[in-house]
């Protein structure tokens, strides 16, 4: 395993230092695009200009930074309340951001050109046509030629064949090519994790007991009373790992689903959100060539048990739980266009990602592909998409 | 001094001999307008919601009622927020006319003098004339500050309805039979059963008047409650809770200061946009059944201004990290909103002119013909007739 950079800090602001020293901290825990990201920039700020950090310097200065409001190395939740809520907290902001404007163009330069993909499934079961579905995105409508049993649409498009004949994935195929983190299939109940093996694969349905422990917790510590707010509740958390049998022995895997959970809002109540929410996470921490996401259908909020939002719903009221197909759709829009967004914020995405939409059973996906991404004419059949795929990553 | 007051009174005695009973009435009630001045009502879109949903082109379908009211009324399409991005200091900031901040949790009371205090010192008013009437349940210390000249014994009462409903639930889902959330009876049960047991316990904060009086408040209370089960839609929600003991206070109290946060829309956090829309729909629904209240209530017709506006937006899609979810980018999506000024001593207009969160507590406060002590915002001449 790779050991941090050995870096000083010392010459850098103490406000900007803190958030590298705190990442730096969790080494262990970061993915390899993650730690290769450290490395580069802590290569850079050493030969940075001294004057890049200069206005921030003299920032903190106004902002009442000193030695004992903000020790050297320190980074803790009062010093992001602290910023929260100092007067020149907008200005401090402004002042970063230009800093990452500087520093970016010069990290960027240094990352491998290689093509990458997102698909994005929705369940069947939306209530609208491809008119309606994907309106907040820009690119193109795609006829597709879906299999008369849908059963087998997943295995066809990511596999190339029926379910039957246990062919490897794209999600697979890639992970061969270009490592386990390279590889995500994130989604809201378990098909993917079936169909996919190899890489790295989060399912919002598998990790129901996990979720459950963590709900009994917070419950648990909110009834004791000991925790003043969700700042505290916040660094009660911070320990409750998923064990073995919940998720796998991966320690950095294990981190990012406890952070997806407890970090994320709405992950424990929402299984759409922390698709979403997770696939966010993933893109800007690991910087996968395959993302596959699958969303599901979020249940309605119940009547008065719903307000208990870590209660067992199940267990909490008599009245039966019901899917929200149209919700789900109006949510599905907004984080179709989340997702593509924050791809489009990193280098390693711009200009070399194809971005496929598809609904189950639905006859045409939307596209948002550089004009090489190899579409085969006509009405496509999902074996020859894949194919497709295939190519587009050389795998 | 003496002399005048005695032909005051004289004037109105026989005044009731001699004029019909009709005509007397109608003097009896702008005499009472004229002494106990102006009422103000603030509504706050509390948990925070973007332009972009309300008052933007696509955004108007969700609020129809405010959409029909912004014509009778003065609109500014920009009021800043300028302070700190967190419900307690937005709304603090909002109620005090300086930027708050102070705990982000609601764990430290305002750090300068809120209207309630303001108003209340001013005019010697009673401890029933100032509400805060409050969803967000950490707006327990909201209704007075920590500056020793005012603090709370010129304070407002606080009312935390979703509290009491989280309370009451709570209780009903720990026991062995669940089945009972489901019961309207039982949840209308448990939500009077711990208002009896003392509103410290939910956090409220609710002045001693003598027995009558604590009576008659519980009572009110209590009718609220009562009307919240019993309603047409099934009772989900804290804000429509939060209507209901706000529309009662009026009614038995008829306060000349209150402060009505809606919350719901908060459930933006949950990562659900469509419960986002939904939530905002409500809030507007309730806004507009509030307005009339204010229409239909004599003690409140004519004699009121209402001010709506959102504590804080919400991030922007473009450049932050998740978009509706959250409110702390600082972005204008998120510190860009508005303010829809209605009902008496209200100019009719609309500006694209900045106001800041602050100048709501010193536009109230011209409203009630008060001049605050240590405010930063100024009044907003544009609407005051």
């Known amino acids: 395993m790779p050991t941090p950079p050995r870096f000083d800090f010392n010459h850098v602001p103490v406000t900007f230092a803190a958030y590298f020293v705190e990442q730096i901290r969790g080494w262990d825990t970061l993915f390899p695009a993650e730690q290769n990201y450290f490395e580069r920039l802590a290569a850079f700020l050493e030969k940075a200009p001294p004057e890049l950090f200069t206005p921030l310097g003299q920032l903190e200065s106004r902002m009442g930074v000193n030695l004992r409001t903000w020790p050297r190395g320190g980074f803790t939740l009062e010093h992001v309340d602290f910023l929260n809520r100092n007067q020149l907290y907008p200005e401090w902001r402004r002042l970063v951001s230009a800093i990452f404007e500087y520093i970016a163009p010069a990290l960027d330069a240094a990352i491998e050109s290689r093509t990458r993909i997102v698909i994005v499934l929705s369940p069947a079961e939306l209530p609208v046509g491809p008119d309606r579905m994907w309106t907040r995105l820009t690119g193109r409508r795609i006829a597709l030629a879906p299999p008369d049993d849908l059963s087998q649409y997943l295995s066809l498009l990511l596999t190339g064949q029926a379910q039957t004949n246990m062919a490897t994935s794209l999600p697979s195929l890639c992970a061969s090519a270009r490592g386990p983190h390279s590889s995500w299939t994130i989604e809201a109940g378990d098909g993917l994790h079936r169909l996919a093996t190899g890489g790295t694969s989060v399912s919002y349905e598998k990790l129901l007991p996990y979720r459950q422990r963590v709900m009994t917790e917070i419950r648990k510590i909110a009834g004791q009373s000991e925790v003043r707010g969700p700042r505290e509740l916040g660094a009660k958390l911070k320990t409750l790992q998923p064990k073995v049998n919940e998720y796998s022995s991966d320690q950095v895997m294990g981190e990012f689903i406890r952070s997806t959970l407890l970090n994320g809002n709405g992950t424990l109540l929402f299984n759409n959100t922390f698709v979403e929410w997770a696939c966010v996470q993933a893109l800007r921490r690991a910087r996968p060539s395959c993302l596959v996401a699958s969303f599901g259908i979020r249940n309605k909020v119940k009547p008065f048990s719903g307000l208990l939002i870590f209660a067992d719903q199940e267990q909490s009221t008599i009245i039966p739980t019901q899917a929200d197909m149209f919700g789900s759709y109006v949510d599905l829009e907004v984080f179709y266009q989340y997702i593509w967004q924050e791809a489009g914020k990193y280098a390693e995405y711009r200009d070399k990602t194809a971005f496929l939409f598809l609904a189950e059973g639905m006859d045409e996906m939307f596209l948002i592909a550089p004009e090489s991404f190899p579409l085969p004419a006509d009405k496509v059949p999902l074996d020859a998409l894949h194919v497709a795929c295939r190519k587009w990553l050389a795998v | ?385």
């Open chain 2, 1 to 385: 001094m003496l002399s005048r007051d005695f032909l005051k009174l004289a004037g109105l005695t026989i005044a009731q001999r001699i004029l019909p009973p009709a005509l007397m009435n109608i003097w009896a009630q702008a005499a009472d307008a004229q002494a106990k001045g102006r009422k103000v009502i603030l509504v706050t879109f509390g948990g925070g919601v973007r332009t972009s949903e309300t008052f933007s082109p696509a955004g108007l379908r969700n609020i129809p009622r405010l959409a029909e009211l912004q014509p009778q009324g003065f609109f500014y399409q920009n009021c800043l927020n300028q302070g700190t991005l967190s419900h307690f200091n937005s709304t603090a900031s909002i109620v005090t006319g300086n930027w708050q901040r102070v705990d982000d949790f609601g764990f430290e009371a305002p750090a300068s003098a809120t209207l309630f205090e303001q108003f209340r010192k001013a005019h010697k008013a009673g401890p029933l004339d100032a509400w805060v009437i409050a969803t967000n349940k950490s707006f327990a210390a909201m209704g007075a500050s920590s500056q020793t000249s005012f603090g709370l014994p010129f304070g407002a009462n606080v009312v935390l309805p979703k509290q009491l409903l989280l309370d009451a639930i709570n209780d009903i889902v720990k026991k062995p039979d669940a089945a009972d959330v489901a019961n309207r009876d039982a949840v209308h049960q448990r939500l009077t059963s711990l208002l009896e047991e003392g509103y410290e316990g939910v956090g409220w904060t609710i002045f001693k008047g003598g027995r009558q009086m604590d009576k008659n408040i519980r009572t009110t209370l209590t009718r609220a409650l009562g009307e919240f089960i019993n309603g047409p839609e099934v009772p989900t929600s804290g804000d429509e809770l939060t209507f209901f003991i706000t529309r009662e206070v009026m009614r038995e109290f008829a306060p000349r200061l209150l402060l009505v946060n809606f919350w719901d829309m908060d459930v933006a956090h949950w990562g659900s946009y469509s419960l986002y829309l939904q939530a905002i729909a409500k809030t507007d629904r309730l806004t507009g059944m509030l307005w009339d209240e204010v229409q239909a209530n004599p003690k409140y017709r004519n004699q009121t201004t209402v001010l709506v506006l959102p504590e804080l937006g919400r991030d922007g899609d473009m450049n932050t990290a998740n978009g509706f979810l959250n409110h702390r980018s600082g972005d204008p999506s998120c510190r860009n909103t508005w303010l829809l000024a209605l009902g008496a001593g209200v100019n009719k207009g609309a500006t694209d002119k900045p106001i800041r969160h602050i100048d709501v507590a010193a536009t109230a406060a011209s409203l009630l013909s008060i001049k605050p002590e240590g405010m930063a915002g100024s009044p907003a001449r544009e609407i005051l007739s």
